[in-house]
């Protein structure tokens, strides 16, 4: 895993403007709820923890979880695919982004496009064994 903590992870994602190209789920294997975002500057494998995300940058495509699926085509993925990851921050710290949460990061924001391009904000959190995703706008809750 990479030394560092999920939320630079993501914020380095933000810095290089990367760009989601694809995202997966692992949703049948002995560790179901795994999310894999592809983005032009990395991949994310971002797992359920006991009672936080785990978060880790995977360098290597041969490194990534077996049994992932292709959710492109699903809420909220098919609205974000092309566009830039803008935001990070963790979930109740609507001031500030970037701010580190105190404690581990149970919910991560993240904003693709610009705040002033229409952005989307998708809400990442933990659920049991599974990572809940949902884009704030509607509210669209989809178990991956």
């Given at each position: 895993m990479?030394?560092?903590?999920?939320?630079?992870?993501?914020?380095?994602?933000?810095?290089?403007r990367?760009?989601?190209?694809?995202?997966?789920?692992n949703?049948?294997?002995a560790?179901?709820?795994?999310?894999?975002?592809?983005?032009?500057?990395?991949r994310?494998v971002?797992?359920?923890?006991?009672?936080?995300l785990?978060?880790?940058?995977?360098?290597?495509?041969?490194?990534?979880?077996?049994?992932?699926?292709?959710?492109?085509?699903?809420?909220?993925?098919?609205?974000?695919?092309?566009?830039?990851?803008?935001?990070?921050?963790?979930?109740?710290?609507?001031?500030?982004v970037?701010?580190?949460?105190?404690?581990?990061?149970?919910?991560?924001?993240?904003?693709?496009?610009?705040e002033?391009?229409?952005?989307?904000?998708?809400?990442?959190?933990?659920?049991?064994?599974?990572?809940?995703?949902?884009?704030?706008?509607?509210?669209v809750?989809?178990?991956?």
């Amino acid at each position: 895993m990479s030394s560092q903590s999920g939320l630079e992870v993501f914020e380095r994602a933000v810095l290089a403007r990367g760009r989601i190209l694809r995202s997966e789920a692992n949703r049948r294997g002995a560790t179901p709820g795994i999310l894999v975002l592809t983005l032009d500057v990395g991949r994310i494998v971002i797992r359920p923890g006991d009672d936080c995300l785990l978060i880790e940058q995977v360098e290597d495509a041969g490194r990534l979880p077996t049994g992932l699926e292709s959710v492109d085509d699903e809420e909220p993925w098919w609205r974000l695919l092309g566009q830039p990851i803008t935001a990070a921050w963790p979930g109740g710290v609507e001031e500030g982004v970037g701010a580190r949460g105190l404690g581990s990061l149970m919910v991560l924001k993240l904003r693709f496009r610009e705040e002033s391009d229409n952005p989307r904000i998708v809400r990442l959190e933990t659920a049991g064994r599974a990572v809940r995703v949902s884009l704030e706008e509607g509210q669209v809750e989809v178990q991956a």
